[in-house]
């Protein structure tokens, strides 16, 4: 695992240089959080594609306050994808940054080869309560989630673990987040993606119900989808052999 900077972002990677012959799938967390969620499968599918983890602005390593638009998000990970000179990519997001993603993929369609979504949806509005608690308790909202970010059956440990690097980001830079998802809303444009989109739904996912995830399978021209039992919001932490598996297998089909 090697961790770099460029420009005020920071990013992991698997090996470096980036084997120019291979995909690289580009991981993208949620509000919040950090790449160091994607650790399971920057390491785990390191040997079928490059994997490259960045932090948003204003998470983790990288510099800057957030932001609070889904377009600026996604302007931000383009910058660094051209400045590296990152091989043939493919964007891999959850929650907001499986909204990153999506308007990644709307933007930027010569660009990439392919894109995979992960408990999102084409519109994200956020429950007033979520705000509410966030510009008042910040642990308060940590202790919510961690009521309802993972299936009733996962281990307390990567709960836990989730809550640690959450806990991190800045309460300013996480209610920036919320903003820029509640603000999201390409429903009406899904259909000129063409590119292949692998769409992941969890059974135990409260934040991001079954529901979104088939809105995209039924609206993205190029869709394919796979559903997992006993998991939640955080899939690819609770699961991530069998997400790694899910990847590998579209990655397979597609040719990528």
């Known amino acids: 695992m090697e961790v770099r900077k460029l420009n005020g972002i920071g990013y992991m990677t698997a090996h470096w240089p980036l084997d120019p012959a291979r995909a690289t799938i580009v991981f993208i967390h949620a509000a ?37 638009t889904i377009e600026g998000y996604a302007r931000s990970v383009i910058d660094i994808i051209e400045r590296i000179d990152v091989p043939n990519p493919i964007p891999c997001g959850l929650s907001m940054g499986g909204a990153i993603a999506l308007q990644l993929l709307l933007d930027c369609p010569k660009l990439l080869k392919a894109g995979i979504l992960l408990g999102t949806g084409a519109r994200l509005k956020v429950a007033p309560m979520i705000f509410e608690t966030l510009e008042t308790d910040y642990n308060g909202y940590l202790t919510m989630f961690c ?46 993606i063409k590119l292949p989109v692998l769409v992941v739904s969890a059974e135990d996912d409260q934040l991001t119900p079954t529901k979104y995830g088939e809105y995209l399978k039924n609206n993205l021209p190029r869709a394919s989808g796979t559903h997992f039992m006993e998991a939640g919001h955080i899939l690819p932490m609770e699961k991530p052999e069998q997400f790694n598996m899910a990847i590998e297998k579209f990655l397979d089909l597609e040719g990528l």
């Open 32 to 68: 919040g959080g950090t790449g160091n969620f994607w650790q399971a499968q920057v390491e785990g599918l390191a040997e079928r594609a490059n994997t490259l983890a960045i932090d948003l602005p204003g998470h983790g390593r990288s510099e800057g306050d957030g932001m609070d």
């Open 147 to 192: 009521e309802i970010i993972a299936s009733p059956k996962t281990d307390s440990a990567i709960i836990r673990r989730w809550r640690e690097d959450t806990a991190r980001c800045k309460p300013e830079v996480t209610l920036k987040d919320f903003q820029a998802c509640n603000r999201f809303d390409v429903m009406q444009h899904l259909g000129s």
